[in-house]
């Protein structure tokens, strides 16, 4: 079963404006962590933002939010104030396990267009 | 310094040739791993260093085999390679696989490989 769902293949979204980009995930652990990296066309992974399982306030980081719905099982993040820079794909990924548990599970992506 | 590094960001090569591609950090981090890519795909995990011992082997075929010369080189030697190899092979590297702390893995460029 896939562990972390990404549904939307592409977004668009105009220049200025926020978007959201959705992300659900499986586990039975108690203890884990969810992380989103973007990845521009030249393929470096950028790491954006972390929730841990057990952190009562949603993550913020600059104009990236996570907002962390666990009870749902979704980790959707936010981006305020698009730039043209933010046109990527953006992955979802979740490790699972108390302590580090170095593997990271990936969602399928979803690639951002930012139009001018 | 707070990035990693990986040589070269591009390699053609023959199904008989013997290639290498090499991944470096000097920010402390004691696990690092190697991903491979495809096109539109997330990246899919090979191998895991923790504290220079080789911790995660995905069932990678023999024709990639990692080496872990110290805390801050990580090695993938390529050999016999198919052209179904052909991806983008990143590098990353994380702080302290023993320890609870957020662990978010840092990703290198990547080297574009092609198999001819």
């Known amino acids: 079963a896939q562990k972390i769902t990404q549904t939307q293949p592409g977004m668009f979204v105009q220049e200025k404006e926020a978007v959201t980009l959705d992300c659900t995930y499986d586990t039975s652990d108690q203890s884990y962590g969810l992380f989103w990296y973007k990845q521009p066309s030249s393929g470096e992974m950028i790491f954006l933002i972390y929730q841990g399982s057990y952190d009562e306030q949603n993550a913020t980081e600059g104009r990236y939010s996570l907002n962390f719905q666990k009870a749902r099982k979704s980790a959707n993040l936010v981006i305020s104030a698009s730039q043209l820079g933010d046109s990527a794909m953006y992955f979802c990924a979740m490790r699972e396990g108390g302590t580090s548990g170095s593997r990271l599970t990936f969602g399928e992506g979803t690639q951002l267009t930012v139009n001018p | 310094d707070t990035e990693v590094t990986q040589t070269p960001k591009h390699l053609v090569m023959g199904m008989t040739n013997k290639k290498s591609l090499k991944c470096e950090q000097h920010?402390?981090?004691?696990?690092m791993y190697w991903y491979k890519q495809k096109a539109k795909k997330p990246p899919e995990l090979m191998f895991v260093y923790s504290y220079e011992k080789l911790s995660i082997n995905e069932s990678v075929p023999s024709r990639f085999s990692p080496e872990c010369p110290n805390s801050s080189l990580l090695n993938l030697h390529l050999h016999a390679l198919q052209p179904e190899d052909s991806a983008l092979y990143l590098c990353a590297s994380s702080q302290d696989p023993r320890s609870d702390l957020v662990n978010e893995q840092f990703f290198g460029p990547g080297t574009r490989l092609t198999v001819l």
């Open positions: 920010m402390g981090h004691r696990a």
